[in-house]
């Protein structure tokens, strides 16, 4: 069978209003892959992701590093259930993530984007997209684990203040600090945190970095990272290169090894970041 064929078979359409599938009770949040490989549709060619195999539970945080376009955001996209694996398995609390409903899954993950996208409406609008029906108290309390209920009730109009397109300009941070009040109103068990890569001065960034390690509190977080120096404080570091993980440990231990992760803290500019 030709590869193409096999990767047809493989990735039925994900229906992401299906009411099929799991719904596991009193879910943990505890997420394992299994032998992962994965290729898109449209690149045949190109193993994406190569026998990945890890697994994190409540209460840690993980970090995955690697060269852009070593795979880390599809790891990502397969834990959302955006794409289906081609080979291995994804599990949560032990269920292969195919058996599980998609709207619930989804509804268990907050995802925080590198780039925050803010919609035209009011700040309780924005931050109400995180889960349809929550009250005003539901939103200031999201807000205020957010770190961003003080900055709001400094506007004139406090929670109905218009953002976007044609409202107030808000500064990276405070945009930020709202996606996080946004992504914690469903109370999440599992956190992924795509690291942005703009630069905050310094105050909104200490501001942020204190929002998200309070939000990661007592659940399950990914954080694809995209500065070395803040990973330092995660459970485990994950190394990856052409979709393959290569090292996994501590800050302290995988320095101590030398290799990949090694070269990219100490010499970013001589690892080749753009290896696809
Ligand atoms: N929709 C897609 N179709 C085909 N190939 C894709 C698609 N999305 C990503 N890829 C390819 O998959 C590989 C892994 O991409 P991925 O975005 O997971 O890497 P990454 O490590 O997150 O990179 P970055 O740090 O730049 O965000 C790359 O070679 C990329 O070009």
């Known amino acids: 069978m030709h590869l193409h064929e096999t990767v047809f078979l493989q990735k039925p359409r994900i229906d992401s209003r299906s009411e099929d599938g799991l719904r ?14 994965f290729i898109y549709e ?19 945080t993980i970090a995955l590093v690697g060269p852009s376009g070593s795979g880390k955001s599809t790891i990502c996209h397969l834990l959302l259930r ?25 509804q268990q993950i907050g ?6 996208v803010l919609f035209d409406g009011s700040i309780s609008d924005n931050i109400r997209l995180g889960r349809e029906g929550a009250t005003q108290a539901d939103i200031e309390e999201a807000a205020k684990m957010a770190n961003a209920h003080n900055f709001i009730r400094r506007f004139r109009e406090k929670y109905n203040t218009l953002v976007g397109q044609h409202g107030t300009q808000m500064s990276g941070g405070q945009k930020q600090r709202i996606a996080i009040a946004r992504a914690l109103i ?10 942005a890569t703009s630069a905050l001065d310094s105050e909104s960034e200490a501001v942020v970095r204190d929002a998200l390690e309070k939000a990661c509190k007592g659940r399950t977080t990914i954080v694809v990272a995209h500065r070395l120096s803040t990973v330092r404080k995660a459970d485990v570091i994950h190394c990856l290169s052409q979709g393959r993980l290569i090292e ?4 302290d ?8 992760y090694y070269n990219l803290v100490t010499n970013q500019t001589e690892v080749d970041l753009h290896p696809c």
């Open 24 to 37: 596991p009770e009193q879910f943990i949040g505890n997420i394992e892959f299994e032998g992962v490989d």
């Open 42 to 60: 449209s690149r045949p060619e190109l193993k994406v992701l190569d026998q990945v195999s890890l697994k994190t539970e409540v209460g840690k």
């Open 82 to 106: 955006l794409y289906d694996c081609t080979a291995g398995r994804v599990t949560v609390d032990g269920h292969d993530i195919r058996d599980v409903n998609v709207k619930w899954l989804r």
């Open 111 to 116: 995802v925080v984007s590198q780039e925050p």
């Open 186 to 195: 469903s109370n999440p068990r599992i956190l992924l945190l795509d690291e």
């Open 248 to 251: 996994s440990g501590s800050h």
């Open 253 to 260: 231990e995988l320095m101590a090894r030398e290799g990949l």
